[in-house]
């Protein structure tokens, strides 16, 4: 059974005075502080509105004065394409999945024409000054002592001076960021991994080309790029910057459903076998692939078809080996199924075995 028992507490006259007083107090202090305040609900005030407003329009003139003159100009003696060294100029693409016009410079921003794979040079390339002034820009060749330091210096994972090259390849962007990090350092260390590993010359190639620099040092993987004993910072070449990823074009179809010089009987037979042999590799995602294409130019002296073990690789990565294999090697891929990827060594292979 419960007892509920009400009091009522009093207080003595001094403690209530002063507890009425205080609370006056308040009441006056919010009320002059509500009456400054104009009566707008459910909005914020206006004045505070239009401040904000002019300080949006001065910011916006700001930006607009600190930006250069468009278009932009660049007197780099090459065409500028997305990747430089998994793109091959010679093959024609059949369609775009966008229109030639949106350009990844963005509209306005640069003087060349996208044509939906690269924006050419307009300007003839003289290529005698321009092999003259990178022989100027690299001066003396470094020394085995200098070389050897440069190496010791920039070989080490924790290195701060370093960029990544991935499936992509040598981009258009990369360029950029190796003139970044010459600004303040000698050389800068390249670390390559996934599908352009299978031809490190090419990406070599590429990367001096572009870049003007030097490769120093090669380990596998591992580049180290010198910039020159004459290199200038301050006069450091224009780069444009792609703002975003083109969409790649449509290009023929790789494997086809009858390969050249087999039937279709021997087409299918061709790829059964393939699919029911062991593979020779199995190739993990964004993995070193030095070694594959001298593995597989030995595999073909023995077998007919090689089998590649790609799981999880990816399909797109899949069919970019295939590609690389197809003129590296050389071979037919045959069938990409279930990150499988099937190659026969081709025709003129298989006639010549025959006849000796």
Not at 120 to 141: A, F, H, M, Q, T
Request: charged content about 30%; overall charge positive.
């Amino acid at each position: 059974m419960a007892i509920h028992l009400r009091t009522r507490i009093r207080f003595p006259d001094h403690l209530n005075q002063k507890s009425s007083g205080y609370f006056l107090s308040i009441c006056r202090f919010f009320s002059k502080s509500l009456s400054e305040i104009p009566y707008d609900p459910p909005f914020s005030p206006v004045s505070k509105l239009q401040k904000a407003k002019k300080k949006k329009i001065q910011d916006g003139n700001s930006n607009s004065i600190k930006n250069p003159t468009l278009p932009l100009h660049s007197d780099l003696p090459f065409d500028f394409f997305y990747s430089y060294s998994e793109t091959n100029p010679s093959v024609n693409p059949i369609g775009y999945r966008e229109s030639p016009k949106f350009s990844p410079f963005g509209p306005g921003r640069l003087d060349r024409k996208w044509t939906g794979t690269s924006a050419p040079s307009e300007v003839e390339v003289k290529i005698n000054e321009v092999l003259e002034e990178r022989k100027r820009i690299l001066g003396d060749p470094l020394s085995e002592e200098e070389v050897a330091e440069l190496v010791e210096q920039y070989r080490h994972n924790n290195c701060s001076r370093q960029i990544n090259l991935g499936k992509g390849g040598v981009t258009h962007n990369m360029l950029d960021d190796i003139h970044n990090h010459w600004r303040r350092a000698e050389a800068v260390r390249i670390k390559c991994l996934g599908v352009p590993t299978l031809d490190m010359n090419n990406i070599c190639f590429h990367l001096e080309d572009k870049s003007g620099g030097k490769i120093i040092y090669r380990h596998i993987n591992i580049l180290l790029l010198y910039r020159g004993r004459n290199y200038d910072p301050e006069n450091r070449p224009t780069i444009p910057l792609m703002l975003w990823k083109p969409y790649a074009p449509i290009y023929p179809k790789l494997v086809k459903n009858v390969a050249d010089g087999l039937s279709f009987e021997e087409t299918k037979e061709m790829r059964g076998r393939g699919l029911n042999s062991p593979p020779l590799m199995k190739l993990t995602r964004n993995g070193v692939y030095v070694n594959v294409v001298e593995r597989v130019r030995e595999a073909f002296g023995f077998e007919e078809v090689v089998r590649l073990d790609c799981t999880h690789v990816g399909s797109s990565d899949c069919k970019r080996i295939g590609v690389k294999l197809m003129d590296l090697v050389p071979c037919v891929p045959i069938l990409f199924k279930d990150e499988q990827i099937i190659l026969w060594r081709g025709k003129k292979d298989r006639e010549e075995d025959v006849n000796s």
